[in-house]
């Protein structure tokens, strides 16, 4: 296809592009997949732009002045046209959600459905919200990672799986509880105040009281600190 004027929409048997100031911007081609900025579309949208600074964009705006809490301000939904039971619908979604009465303070909520319990639609799982602390299971996460339910650490069941605790600094303080699921198959739980500098385990009742400590000499003591 050749463009005749500057701006214009040239018809071909290939495709259809739009021109202007004699440039591409938009192609259609003989499969229906649409290219912006791209003759050449390797899907039903493909979105491209020069760079260096950045990328193509995709802005989703919201016109509404009086956003409430709990709204959408803008969404992505993944639709299914299945014929099963349940098969069809919203199966997936992405949207920033308001979080705050003025509308002020914006979250993204990421949701799935789930056939085999019934669910015709997407329900939130995971929240992000505006301070960029993480929910999963929860809309309303008050840490950097909150998770409401079950939680499974695993490698592969074979050698041990680490949860770490770490803090940042000139001398690095942290602890880490490992499994291993070879024999011996046991537990280990290790505490340090700094490079290999070994420091004590400490159990805490509900209320804060100390109950019991393991020494960094591995000395136990029951309802004394040291």
């Known amino acids: 296809l050749t463009p005749s004027v500057n701006n214009s929409i040239v018809l071909g048997v290939v495709g259809c592009e739009l021109f202007t100031d004699g440039v ?12 912006i900025g791209t003759s050449t579309p390797d899907s039903r949208l493909h979105v491209k732009a020069p760079g260096p600074d950045k990328g193509p964009v995709l802005t989703l705006e919201n016109s509404n002045t009086s956003v409430q809490q709990g709204e959408s301000i803008g969404e992505i939904d993944f639709v299914s046209n299945d014929g099963s039971t349940s098969g069809s619908g919203i199966k997936a979604n992405i949207k920033a959600v308001t979080t705050n009465t003025s509308g002020s303070l914006v979250g993204l909520s ?3 459905s789930n056939a ?6 997407a329900t939130e799982r995971m929240r992000i919200n505006s301070n960029g602390d ?10 950097p ?7 499974l650490i695993s490698n592969g069941n074979a050698g041990y799986s680490y949860l770490y605790f770490n803090s ?4 690095a303080r942290g602890a880490y509880i490992a499994k291993n699921y070879d024999s011996p198959y046991n537990w280990v739980f290790n505490a340090s105040t700094g490079g290999s500098t070994r420091a004590a385990i ?3 009742s509900r209320s804060g009281v100390e109950t019991m400590r393991i020494t960094e ?3 136990v003591g029951i309802g004394k600190e040291n």
């Open 24 to 35: 591409n911007a938009v192609f259609i081609d003989a499969s229906q997949n649409v290219g």
């Open 110 to 112: 990421f949701g799935t």
């Open 116 to 121: 085999t319990a019934g669910q015709t639609t």
């Open 134 to 143: 993480v929910g999963i299971g929860t809309s309303i996460p008050s840490a």
């Open 145 to 151: 990672l909150h998770v409401d339910g079950d939680t």
């Open 168 to 171: 940042t600094g000139t001398t």
């Open 202 to 204: 400490v159990f805490n």
């Open 217 to 219: 000499d591995g000395e």
